[in-house]
């Protein structure tokens, strides 16, 4: 292939990744002198990529790209999801679902469950690119909608987009509806968790059978598949269930109908030079009200679910306030708070789902869309979703700082255990200040039975 050739090529690709993924357009037009160098050809069945200190294939690319994808070919690695478990007694939506599945399948007289998942799958994941070559037979071969590819170099995609007609397979990927997400980076933690983002995303109901490449070895490659695959026994956890995806889209589109709001959305913003505090309302609260009063007027304060009573039970006002459970008994709550105080100059940070009688309760709100729960699909398709806000309000209040631009930031309250199981929660929590709640919630709390070290 003539270097005029190569270069048209490249651009032809570049313009094909423009569409699906800009962001990555720069990074490699930035790529000026990379460190390694192609050297052979695939015409002459040479072609390698030169490290400097050795060969990335053996005996070279082609022949490796083609003797992996043979032997994928005989037994493609992919992931297994167990069956759900049937419950005799059906009480939910999807108890009620998986009882008809189950008895549609035993009128049929099926034997067995087929112990293969369909070849048809929600996603593939693959580890490496290097120079590319298995792409193309991957798209063409495996039937999935959703690709991940992880890769450390960017020059290695630099490389390949002068060699491998990308612009073909992406074109093939998307015309039969599916996605490409690149993941470049150094950290393997990092990596592993945004694997597990990508695959809880927009075809999370479609993990199981999800076709697994991996292209090459590294240090990062290994690593991000090993602290990827820890994670794997909690990856289909929270996924909620059929009534609380119903009442979030019904608070979702009162939110967004009945209410003035900002939206919060992960984009960059300037550092903030002030330290933001973050506050849950867990025992070790009581001992730090004092240094939060210290602190009150030199820092961003956060106050976090049932965290806001302690503080204004303390006469501090938080500078916002955040929630995003969608039950009743926060509006319940908070409105018992405005009885005997006001809400003045606090901003409310809370996901669409919320009882839409909250936001009134504000002055200010800013509200934002949940990762992966169906009023998001419904009404947040053209907004980025904020990951990482869950399972606790605590979690919403580390993210909201961080995406703020806040980079010194503290904790206090956020204790997520106890050194007295009946002190569970701040003395001036609603959980032991509001007699009702002390007489039923505290008998539904689980034992405190798991003993770890604590740096409290």
Known sequence: MSEATMAE??????????????????????????????????????????????????????????????????????????????????????????????????????????????????????????????????????????????????????????????????????????????????????????????????????????????????????KAEELFREKLPVLGVGAGFFEDEEKMLRNTFANLAECDFSLLEPKRRLEKPVPALIVGSGPSIDGAIEELRRLRESAVLFSCGTALGVLLRNGIKPDFHCEVENDPQVWEHLSDYRRWTDFDGITLIASTTVDPRIPGLFPERILYFRDTVSSTGFFGKNFKAVYGAAPTVTNLGLRAALIFGFRDIYLFGVDLGTRRPDLHHSKDSFYLTDETWKATHTKQIEPMCHELPGNF
Not at 75 to 82: L, Q, W
Request: glycine share 8%; aromatic share 12%; charged share 20%.
């Open 9 to 222: 090529l490249y651009e032809r690709n570049l313009a094909a990744l423009e569409r699906r993924a800009p962001g990555l357009v720069p990074v490699l037009r930035s790529i000026a002198a990379p460190k390694s160098r192609l050297c052979g050809s695939l015409e002459h069945g040479e072609l390698n990529l030169d490290l400097g200190h050795a060969r990335l294939y053996e005996p070279d690319a082609r022949q490796f790209a083609d003797s992996q994808l043979a032997n994928y070919r005989l037994r493609p690695t992919r992931m297994y999801i167990n069956l759900p478990k049937c419950p005799r007694q059906p009480e939910l939506i999807p108890h009620f679902v998986l009882r008809a599945v189950f008895d549609h399948f035993a009128e049929l007289s099926v034997p067995a469950f087929p112990t293969d998942p369909h070849e048809h799958a929600g996603f593939m994941i693959v580890y490496g690119i290097g120079l590319g070559l298995h792409l193309p037979e991957l798209v063409e071969n495996y039937d999935f909608r959703h690709l991940i590819l992880v890769e450390q170099f960017a020059e290695f995609i630099h490389h390949s987009l002068h060699l491998v007609d990308w612009a073909a397979w992406l074109d093939r990927l998307e015309a039969r509806g599916g996605t490409v997400r690149f993941l470049i980076g150094t950290d393997p933690g990092q990596m592993a968790q945004r694997i597990y983002w990508d695959l809880r995303h927009g075809q999370f109901g479609l993990i199981d059978g999800a076709y697994v490449y991996r292209h090459y070895s590294s240090y990062l490659l290994d």
